[in-house]
């Protein structure tokens, strides 16, 4: 398995609490990602990193904000989480981009009352 | 717009009883059909890459296959474990973000 660990693992928070995922490698893996998980959609890409202190927007960044100070942690962020936020949160890395294969992390499955 | 589509959406076999998955795209500049296998609770695990039409990989029971429209992944007299939700995506597009399916819940009955 690849060496990923996300942290934690499950939450229930309220709504407007800001709430904060880590996702740890120890791969030395360039780029890293954050997807959410619903019933009735596919993974859905959030926000990816291709570096330390590089990264850009998915298909649904908004309400979500993303850092990466070290190459082995990518932390994503709700700076107010909302009830539309209950998910679960996948993290992924690969090596490179274009055709490189993505690893998934454990996930995280955060509820918001 | 790039879309994956998986079919069927959940699929009840017998032990033994072979079957085919299905996962259409319609992704510009494809570069790269991926499968994946996720059991409940768990992330999604890495199964297959496929990178040109014709092109074809295997493992234990399963071998997936890709066309220039969908790829399949046939399962070959599957068992009990291999009861699980098998996840699709396509790389391409304008910024070459993987785009996920849907999945197909497979359950197989001993």
Same mark, same amino acid.
């Given at each position: 398995?690849?060496?990923?660990?996300?942290?934690?693992?499950?939450?229930?928070?309220?709504?407007?609490?800001?709430?904060? &995922?880590?996702?740890? !490698?120890?791969?030395?893996? /360039?780029?890293?990602?954050?997807?959410? +998980?619903?019933?009735?959609?596919?993974?859905?890409?959030?926000? $990816?990193? @291709? #570096?330390?202190?590089?990264?850009?927007? #998915? *298909?649904?960044?908004? #309400? @979500?904000?993303?850092? /990466?100070?070290?190459?082995?942690?990518?932390?994503?962020?709700?700076?107010?989480?909302?009830?539309?936020?209950?998910?679960?949160?996948?993290?992924?890395?690969?090596?490179?981009?274009? =055709?490189?294969? !993505? $690893?998934?992390?454990?996930?995280?499955?955060?509820?918001?009352? | *717009?790039? !879309?994956?589509?998986?079919?069927?959406?959940?699929?009840?076999?017998?032990?033994? *009883?072979?079957?085919?998955?299905?996962?259409?795209? =319609?992704?510009?500049?494809?570069?790269?059909?991926?499968?994946?296998? +996720?059991?409940?609770?768990?992330?999604?695990?890495?199964?297959?890459?496929?990178?040109? %039409?014709? *092109?074809?990989?295997?493992?234990?029971?399963?071998? %997936?296959? &890709?066309?220039?429209?969908?790829?399949?992944?046939?399962?070959?007299?599957?068992?009990?474990?291999?009861? %699980?939700?098998?996840?699709?995506?396509?790389?391409?597009?304008? !910024?070459?973000? &993987?785009?996920?399916?849907?999945?197909?819940?497979?359950?197989?009955?001993?």
């Amino acid at each position: 398995d690849a060496g990923i660990t996300q942290s934690p693992r499950h939450k229930v928070t309220e709504t407007g609490t800001p709430v904060t &995922l880590r996702c740890h !490698q120890t791969e030395n893996h /360039r780029y890293m990602y954050w997807y959410r +998980q619903d019933p009735g959609h596919g993974l859905r890409l959030i926000h $990816y990193s @291709y #570096g330390v202190k590089d990264t850009d927007k #998915g *298909e649904v960044s908004d #309400g @979500y904000s993303v850092s /990466r100070s070290k190459t082995e942690d990518f932390l994503l962020t709700l700076e107010s989480a909302t009830s539309s936020q209950t998910s679960v949160y996948f993290c992924a890395i690969s090596e490179l981009t274009g =055709t490189d294969t !993505q $690893y998934f992390g454990p996930g995280t499955r955060l509820t918001v009352l | *717009e790039d !879309q994956v589509t998986q079919s069927p959406e959940a699929l009840r076999l017998q032990e033994g *009883e072979s079957s085919s998955l299905n996962c259409s795209y =319609t992704v510009s500049g494809l570069r790269g059909l991926f499968w994946y296998r +996720q059991d409940p609770g768990k992330g999604p695990e890495f199964l297959f890459t496929l990178y040109s %039409a014709g *092109e074809e990989k295997e493992k234990e029971r399963l071998k %997936a296959t &890709l066309t220039k429209k969908e790829s399949f992944l046939h399962i070959t007299a599957p068992k009990p474990e291999d009861s %699980a939700t098998y996840l699709c995506a396509a790389r391409g597009g304008s !910024q070459g973000n &993987l785009i996920f399916g849907k999945g197909t819940k497979l359950s197989v009955k001993p």
